[in-house]
């Protein structure tokens, strides 16, 4: 016999960082996506989806040049036009471009969009952070009032407790804005200017640049150097100040429970006034599970008319983890049909497909199996009532529907290939 060289058998894996997502898991991400879509659509959220790619510049200008996110973590790449384009890392900035490009400004303030879908990072994967991870988001346009920011926020907290989460923490405080923010840039460079050979080197370069986004470096020598370094709400203006207490106070009013966390920063340079994080202890290191904050210079910035913006983006891979347990998400069919032979296993398929226009989940058995086998494959997908169909039911036109889970089954007969309507809710149950 002639020796045939095999090939070697690929093994394809995803890439690190990035995960499948599989059933019945994906219950648990429709779940959420559902109960978010529906407190959207009462506050007048309405959808927008927007490319995953979009050209570089997009995200450097609006995320800054010395954030982490811009130096370290974008999978930028040319396309074959030899343009820069990167895959979003998050959603805001896509979708301001999106908001000036289409003048969406023209429409009634305060304009609301959600959006949700993938966003890709090139950080070290870890638990709870990936490199390609999904967030559901949510932006509001054109409104400065801090009754906004208050609604938007009881907007996420309504959204996160419809879905089953508990025991967060939603943290607050204000970053000042374009007024404000040269005093605390000053304020800063002079207390950290004394230590600035404990800083690792990227600090020590965005002390000129960007001296703020030393607070966000994560190097541990870094966070213990900064310790004491003056409070940016200190530094506010009277605008900002009175923005931040009003915000407090209309929190209070719709009783979202928060703490101020005046150390809170936010990894992106767009923001100005409000800033906010949702963080849970039971996530570890990567404890934030929904974060935003107000944008008002972003539009602007964008080539737009001058309009502030507010929105927040949660994470989906790290509110999973906090409620797979307490979700009984069972799946399984309502009825698994068991035909016996090839004229049942025929009626099988009509009946099959006249339940289904009917609004339930059937499935039959395709092979010539013995009952017992059919029945451990119904109990084994979850089938939640089965029925057999074998010579006698044919010849009877009678047919029992069993209830898998103990309760009552049905008798009834079958008219031609129907199974009664009004049964339809017996066999949901
Ligand atoms: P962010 O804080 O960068 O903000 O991300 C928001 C949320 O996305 C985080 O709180 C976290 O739950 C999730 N997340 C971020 N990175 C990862 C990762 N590598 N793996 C898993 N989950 C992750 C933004 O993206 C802003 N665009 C939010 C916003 C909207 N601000 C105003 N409007």
Redesign the pocket.
Known sequence: MRNVKKKPRMKYKTLKGLQDILPPEISIWQHIETKAKDIFKNYGYREIRLPIMESTDVFTRSIGETSDIVEKEMYTFPDKGGRSVTLRP???APFVRAYVEHHLYNDPAPQKFYYAGP?F?Y?RPQA????Q?Y?I?A?AMGIDDPKLDAEIISMLSAILSSIGLEGLNFEITSIGCEKCRPAYRSALKIYLGDKLNTFCSDCRRRYDANPLRILDCKVPACIDSRKGSPPVLEYLCSDCKDHFDDLRKNLDLLNVPHSINPNLV???DYYTKTAF?VSSENLGS?S??????R?DGMVEEFGGPATPG??????M??IIPLIRDSLNITEGPELFICPLGPEASEKALSIAEQLRSNGLWVEINYDNTSLRSQMRKANRIGAKNVVVLGEDELKNREIEIKNMDGGEDIKTLLQGNEILKSLLPKIRK
């Open positions: 998050e959603g805001t966003m990072r950080e709870f952070r990936y490199r991870f967030q988001g932006e936010r990894g992106l994080e990567q934030a599970v929904a974060a935003g904050g944008y507010i929105g927040f983006a949660m994470g891979e790290r």
